[in-house]
């Protein structure tokens, strides 16, 4: 089943609306998708956090669908949040790949041309998704288990806290190798250290100074649960055995659990017979496969760039232009870019290649960057393929579903004219 079912479904029933309704089937869809991740649509996750208020109340999404499958996001009075264009906008494109060609069970929605408009305080009106067939395959998402894993979370501070939290995490690593070969262990199937800095410099403020404390990472797997309990042992006498500056090992000794992969795969819809049962009756329910549309025939939608004249111009940070959110499909995660104003696009379209934005991600990327337009909201839309580490909890990444991926493009400088850098820079 797919979030967007538990609006659709109701929506379909209220209004009498068919199967091959696409049209109608996509709005209920995308209605639903909105709606999902309940307060992100409301100011969780907003680029601009800091004009939402309340987030102690923060008031959960409601929509009021019209029989056409436009509808209004709204939220009840005398909550937090916000309800905007962009607190809309940025959840509309999160999580999904092709805005031209999001695939459902029930219908292929084609978002590119849905508009999403102010219409009264604290009221966004939505309406243009456009809706077809579905393909002939369901997806299936299958896990298992693939060894166990262990995740060690320490503080380092004091002089030197970045190199010597390495230090001590290539010595734990090497140690545990060694005396896995000593007892018969095999190596680790994948190990990950991250070294996640702060600011706090003991009486220096500037930009560049060394950060005196860091939380020092360490995730592996391991086919053997021994092996990784024999790790998460051997971490305890760093602090007396290693470096100085061991402050904290965060929730204590760590503890062992398996590690679950996920894999997918598409199955003729043919092959599956869909059961509903309410209380002791058994429906069947019919699936006609003989008209749906093949998944390899449904189009990629992009559109050309056209020329700009960049001759004077000035830098500014993307999120000064534009509004943006990441989320993960698997193993990929997508950016939703989305213009401020109209006639920042272009030039924000120009600046984000899909080689500018794979160079960007490289630390990250194993894949390939795909972009899409959806004009209907003045947007770009990237996919960036195998980028979180297997996803999930198959990842070791700190990020393993991309949730920050859009706050650091938004850091990345967009060439403007300078009269729009003078206006954004206000």
Not at 116 to 133: N, P, R
Not at 185 to 201: A, P
Not at 324 to 332: E, I, L, Y
Not at 363 to 374: F, N, Q, S, T
């Amino acid at each position: 089943c797919v979030d967007s079912a538990v609006v659709l479904g109701p929506l379909m029933y209220e209004f009498d609306w068919k199967y091959n309704e696409y049209d109608k089937l996509a709005a209920g869809s995308l209605a639903g998708h909105i709606i999902e991740c309940g307060a992100q649509c409301t100011g969780g996750n907003f680029t601009d956090w800091h004009l939402v208020n309340n987030f102690d109340n923060m008031g959960f999404p409601i929509i009021e669908v019209e029989s056409d499958g436009s509808f209004i996001v709204t939220k009840p009075k005398g909550t937090g949040g916000i309800i905007s264009f962009g607190s809309v906008a940025e959840q509309f494109l999160y999580e999904i790949g092709n805005p031209g060609s999001y695939l459902l069970p029930d219908v292929t929605c084609d978002f590119t041309n849905v508009l999403i408009e102010e219409v009264d305080h604290e009221k966004v009106l939505v309406k243009g998704a456009k809706g077809y067939a579905p393909t002939n395959t369901y997806k299936v998402s299958a896990t298992y288990l693939h060894g166990y894993r262990i995740t060690i979370a320490t503080i380092i501070c004091g002089i030197n806290a970045p190199k010597k939290a390495q230090v001590n995490a290539d010595a734990i690593i090497k140690k545990t190798k060694r005396i896995f070969s000593e007892n018969g262990f095999e190596d680790y199937l994948d190990s990950n250290i991250s070294i996640v800095g702060t600011e706090t410099t003991y009486g220096d403020n500037s930009s560049n100074a060394e950060p005196r404390e860091v939380l020092l990472r360490i995730v592996a797997t391991h086919k053997q649960k021994d092996a990784l309990i024999l790790l998460s042992r051997e971490i305890a006498q760093a602090s007396t055995g290693m470096t100085p500056g061991f402050a904290n090992m965060l929730g204590g000794r760590p503890s062992v659990s398996p590690s679950i992969r996920l894999f997918s795969f598409l199955l003729p819809k043919d092959q599956i017979s869909t059961i509903v049962q309410i209380n002791d009756k058994q429906y069947e329910v019919e699936t006609n496969t003989s008209k749906l549309n093949h998944i390899d025939s449904i189009p990629i939608v992009s559109r050309p760039s056209g020329k700009l004249d960049i001759s004077n111009t000035e830098k500014v940070a993307l999120i000064k232009l534009a509004y943006a959110r990441s989320g993960d499909k698997g193993d990929h995660a997508n950016i939703g870019v989305i213009a401020r104003k109209i006639e920042y696009l272009p030039y924000i379209r120009n600046a984000l290649s899909k080689e500018t934005v794979a160079k960007y991600f490289a630390h990250i990327l194993k894949g390939d960057v795909e972009r899409w337009d959806v004009p209907g909201i003045n947007a770009l839309n990237f996919l960036l393929k195998n980028s979180l580490g297997g996803g999930g909890m198959a990842s070791l990444n700190v990020d393993p579903q991309g949730k920050a991926y859009a706050q650091q493009l938004l850091d990345i400088m967009i060439p403007v004219p300078s009269r729009i850098a003078e206006e954004v820079n206000k």
